[in-house]
């Protein structure tokens, strides 16, 4: 097929799944989860100005007495000029320090926006668990450093970045970038950026400019994150430990271990700080003692129950795909609107936890020397009597609207023929149905974005 042709091919294909039929309840839900990133600059006090939905997360300017403190600096040097621009229409005092909450390059990818005024502010982060300052961004830096590029191709599926704006909605917990935006400058030369001045300890008080910090180490989506807490205005910072959504227990991007247990942990220090205001690296602020204190129960309780469930199912020997069936948040737990699986997933949790303490093998001596992929897949189709029949039966399973089992069904006929291309556009197609029907964003961006690219690839 020549390529003009095949782009429209795809796009038909795009089309057609995106207007198909009514809106489904999950994509009903996951667009109202746009309202969290909806542009606006709250301001807290006499002095705090809190920047939502100008990027993909959020960034505060405090006053101080003679300068400005920011508290991250986005992901974009464009989006950060245009916000840089509206924080100059409220002072022109100079930058004296910029305090990272966590070294992920969504949250200091557009420092250069700041940085280029010229006033050399201390750059302010937290080494992680590892004690040395490698150990900022160790997300990144470790795959770098093993020659490791795939987590990118992952990482851009999650993001949706090769989907039209058809079928993509938002990030879960962020909105999509701007396509004219450059992304990620500082995020993909993470050598080249390293705060300037690090957090060591479990807890530092620091003093910039007449303004008091504390900054605290709290373990979470990463370990270099850390909360910043203003005990005079009673405003807590807290990077992506909490956000509006199941939290990320587990990126499908891939990363080393989160560590859970560290996290609910964080979560209880949190708490006990008594804010009045819980300002979050994504989503809206939280506002009010009491609403603070009732979000972050929630939150640390949600994750330490799947902690201590996913701990106690492997304590009885379950695998996997026991736990998942196993561990379920309570009612209470599973309906607040703060935990909606929009970014993270329960299950996901689990999965990343049994690995996170057991690694790959799980327990199931069956699995110590499966059948390849190839032989099972001749095994079934003689089973149900035939290569023939088992299509048959992927075709059924896709018209009956049993996608999932039509996917499986198509990775058995895809092990006997990879390039076999009705069943590559039937698998695409059952993917993108999946996808349809998923609340969780990364995952429905990237059952999109892997259906693109397996009819991207029959061109060749
Ligand atoms: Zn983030």
């Not at 795809?10 to 996951?30: D, G, M, S, Y």
């Not at 600059?41 to 809190?50: S, T």
Request: glycine fraction near 8%; include cysteine.
């Amino acid at each position: 097929m020549k390529t003009r042709n095949f782009i429209l091919f795809v796009a038909l294909i795009v089309l057609t799944i995106a207007t198909n039929a009514q809106e489904t309840e999950a994509t009903r839900i996951l667009k109202e989860q746009n309202k969290e990133f909806e542009p606006e600059i709250f301001k807290f006090g006499d002095n705090v100005w809190f920047a939502v939905g100008h990027d993909v997360s959020n960034v505060a300017m405090i006053e101080g007495e003679t300068g400005i403190i920011l508290i991250d600096a986005g992901q974009s040097p464009v989006s950060m000029e245009a916000l840089r621009l509206k924080f100059r229409e409220i002072t022109d005092k100079p930058i004296k320090a910029i305090l990272i909450t966590h070294g992920h390059g969504d949250h200091f990818g557009g420092i250069d926006a700041f940085l280029k005024e010229g006033d050399q502010p201390q750059v302010w982060g937290r080494s992680s668990a590892l004690g040395n300052n490698i150990g900022f961004n160790l997300e990144a830096n470790a795959g770098k450093e093993a020659g490791l590029t795939y987590a990118n191709a992952r990482g851009a599926r999650q993001a949706g970045i090769i989907l039209p704006d058809s079928i993509h909605i938002n990030n879960g917990i962020a909105p999509r970038p701007d396509k004219q935006r450059t992304m990620f400058t500082r995020g993909n030369e993470t050598a080249a950026f390293s705060p300037t001045h690090f957090l060591k300890d479990q807890r530092k008080q620091i003093e910039i400019d007449g303004v008091k910090f504390e900054l605290v180490a709290a373990t979470g989506e990463t370990y270099d994150n850390m909360y910043i807490w203003m005990p005079d205005q009673k405003i807590l910072f807290c990077g992506d430990t909490y956000y509006k959504s199941f939290p990320n227990l587990y990126t499908i991007r891939g990363s080393q271990y989160r560590d859970v247990k560290s996290w609910y942990e964080s979560i209880g220090k949190m708490e006990s700080e008594n804010a009045e205001y819980l300002l979050p690296g994504h989503t809206r602020p939280v506002i009010g003692k009491d609403k603070v204190k009732k979000v972050l129960t929630d939150y640390h309780d949600a994750i330490k129950f799947v902690f201590d469930k996913t701990i106690e199912g492997m304590n009885k020997g379950m695998t996997p795909d026991h736990l998942v069936e196993y561990v379920k948040l309570p009612e209470h737990l599973a309906t607040k609107p703060n935990l909606m699986g929009y970014y993270g997933r329960v299950d996901w949790g689990v999965r990343s936890i049994f690995n996170g303490y057991l690694g790959w093998f799980d327990g199931n001596p069956v699995n110590l020397n499966r059948l390849t992929p190839k032989i099972e897949a001749e095994k079934v189709a003689e089973m149900v009597g035939g290569k023939g029949q088992l299509r048959s039966n992927a075709l059924t399973a896709f018209k009956e609207g049993e996608f999932q089992w039509a996917s499986q069904l198509c990775d058995y006929l895809l092990a006997l023929n990879e390039s076999d291309k009705e069943i590559i556009k039937l698998k695409a197609k059952s993917l993108m149905e999946i996808a349809k029907t998923m609340v969780n964003a990364t995952g429905r961006n990237y059952m999109n974005s892997y259906a693109i690219q397996l009819l991207k690839g029959l061109e060749n």
